[in-house]
């Protein structure tokens, strides 16, 4: 993949300072570049490298002001840090987008709709009644279930799993070992003590532009009709669970390892950080944001809310509480102080007092 600094220029709407007919086909850092490549400058501290970079091209801000000779191309635009992100993106993209046509073996059941410039690994399953838009990349060993719906320019990577009825949106990526449409935990108690399992019925709604973490598992809803919702621009972080009719709102961010219990809806716009615990039922409002390692276990009815801690509060009411907690040791030897200073005055107390009694 191969192009001028002008070509990119114009993807990026900036200004080339320089030949802008040279050819770029690789990305790199400012400090490590070599002639071919194209890197960013946002960092002030890293500006000492772009008079010394080997890079074709640098990427700055339009105020950029050179304190010494510069060889390079620069491209002036507004952000270059954003500039250098849409790059990355296209080249991700470009090379995401590769692959096409069928590997073998691969198995595609009866009634399947599919778009054009597929890929289809080998050792993938397509069920029967499914329907594959246009520009989609299946890996291999992935699993498509029974009347699954798969939208334009979505990717599933190797072993990424699609129970029936599933259903995904356009431009989504979804990262190896995922599950999707798997059952919930729901089991019912008897008078035995042994638990009877309530079939899981319902399936999942992947909406447009959702990413999807490796080893995440998000389970289908409990009753026939009901789905498990996540919203359009949520990104999931790996080792993720997501339990039965949870929503998710959209453009969410969810980092590693958190749980959210079944039905609990979390708003558009949520930050949760990683190892999160949310109970079941509850719900989170817009932009909702949750420190690691936070523990939920009511709803949150304030937008905007900034919460921290095991059981949850305030992130501000938090550090107040945490500055005393890191004193309780030296609090606690001060009370024991007081305590054997208490003991000697009042030991010299009853002392005065037998005098006086004594007189």
Same mark, same amino acid.
Do not use: W
């Given at each position: 993949?191969?192009?001028?600094?002008?070509?990119?220029?114009?993807?990026?709407?900036?200004?080339?300072?320089?030949?802008? !007919?040279?050819?770029?086909?690789?990305?790199?850092?400012?400090?490590?570049?070599? &002639?071919?490549?194209?890197?960013?400058?946002?960092?002030?501290?890293?500006?000492?490298?772009?008079?010394?970079?080997?890079?074709?091209?640098?990427?700055?801000?339009?105020?950029?002001?050179? #304190?010494?000779? +510069?060889?390079?191309?620069?491209?002036?635009?507004?952000?270059?840090?954003?500039?250098?992100?849409?790059? $990355? %993106?296209?080249?991700?993209?470009?090379?995401?987008?590769?692959?096409? =046509?069928?590997?073998?073996?691969?198995? +595609?059941?009866?009634?399947?709709?599919?778009?054009?410039?597929?890929?289809?690994?080998?050792?993938?399953?397509?069920?029967?009644?499914?329907?594959?838009?246009?520009?989609?990349?299946?890996?291999?060993?992935?699993?498509?279930? /029974?009347?699954?719906?798969? =939208?334009?320019?979505?990717?599933?990577?190797?072993?990424?799993?699609?129970?029936?009825?599933?259903?995904?949106?356009? /431009?989504?990526?979804?990262?190896?070992?995922?599950?999707?449409?798997?059952?919930?935990?729901?089991?019912?108690?008897?008078?035995?003590?042994?638990?009877?399992?309530?079939?899981?019925?319902?399936?999942?709604?992947?909406?447009?532009?959702?990413?999807?973490?490796?080893?995440?598992?998000? /389970?289908?809803?409990?009753?026939?009709?009901?789905?498990? +919702?996540?919203?359009?621009?949520?990104?999931?972080?790996?080792?993720?669970?997501?339990?039965?009719?949870?929503?998710?709102?959209?453009?969410?961010?969810?980092?590693?390892?958190?749980?959210? !219990?079944? @039905?609990?809806?979390? =708003? %558009?716009?949520?930050?949760?950080?990683?190892?999160?615990?949310?109970? =079941?039922? $509850?719900?989170?409002?817009?932009?909702? @944001?949750?420190?690691?390692?936070?523990?939920?276990?009511?709803?949150?009815?304030?937008?905007?809310? &900034?919460?921290?801690? !095991?059981?949850?509060? /305030?992130?501000?009411?938090?550090?107040?509480?945490?500055?005393?907690?890191? #004193?309780?040791?030296?609090?606690?030897? #001060? $009370? #024991?102080?007081?305590?054997?200073?208490?003991?000697?005055?009042?030991?010299?107390?009853?002392?005065? +007092?037998?005098?006086?009694?004594?007189?």
């Amino acid at each position: 993949m191969e192009f001028t600094i002008n070509q990119v220029a114009g993807m990026l709407h900036g200004t080339v300072q320089g030949d802008g !007919s040279e050819k770029i086909n690789m990305l790199g850092k400012i400090q490590d570049a070599k &002639k071919g490549q194209i890197t960013f400058l946002s960092n002030p501290k890293y500006e000492q490298y772009i008079y010394t970079t080997q890079a074709s091209a640098v990427i700055v801000k339009k105020d950029f002001q050179a #304190r010494k000779d +510069i060889t390079t191309t620069l491209i002036l635009v507004d952000d270059p840090y954003l500039s250098f992100t849409v790059l $990355l %993106e296209e080249y991700h993209r470009a090379i995401s987008f590769q692959k096409t =046509g069928v590997e073998d073996p691969s198995f +595609i059941g009866k009634n399947v709709s599919v778009g054009k410039n597929i890929y289809r690994g080998a050792f993938s399953y397509i069920g029967s009644n499914v329907n594959v838009g246009n520009n989609v990349k299946i890996y291999p060993h992935v699993f498509v279930g /029974d009347n699954v719906t798969i =939208g334009d320019n979505t990717i599933l990577h190797a072993n990424v799993k699609l129970y029936e009825g599933t259903k995904v949106g356009s /431009d989504c990526v979804i990262h190896s070992g995922t599950v999707i449409g798997s059952d919930g935990f729901g089991f019912a108690p008897q008078e035995d003590g042994s638990y009877k399992t309530i079939p899981q019925l319902g399936n999942v709604i992947i909406e447009d532009k959702v990413t999807i973490g490796a080893n995440t598992v998000i /389970d289908c809803a409990t009753l026939y009709g009901d789905a498990t +919702i996540i919203r359009q621009g949520v990104k999931l972080d790996n080792l993720i669970q997501v339990a039965h009719n949870v929503e998710i709102g959209k453009n969410t961010v969810i980092a590693a390892q958190t749980g959210i !219990s079944g @039905s609990s809806k979390i =708003g %558009e716009g949520s930050v949760l950080g990683g190892q999160v615990g949310i109970a =079941g039922h $509850l719900v989170l409002a817009n932009y909702t @944001s949750i420190g690691a390692q936070a523990g939920i276990g009511k709803s949150i009815k304030e937008e905007g809310a &900034k919460i921290i801690g !095991s059981p949850a509060f /305030d992130v501000k009411e938090y550090y107040k509480a945490y500055a005393v907690f890191k #004193r309780l040791p030296d609090f606690n030897e #001060r $009370l #024991r102080e007081l305590e054997r200073k208490m003991m000697q005055l009042n030991g010299s107390l009853a002392s005065e +007092i037998e005098k006086m009694e004594d007189e």
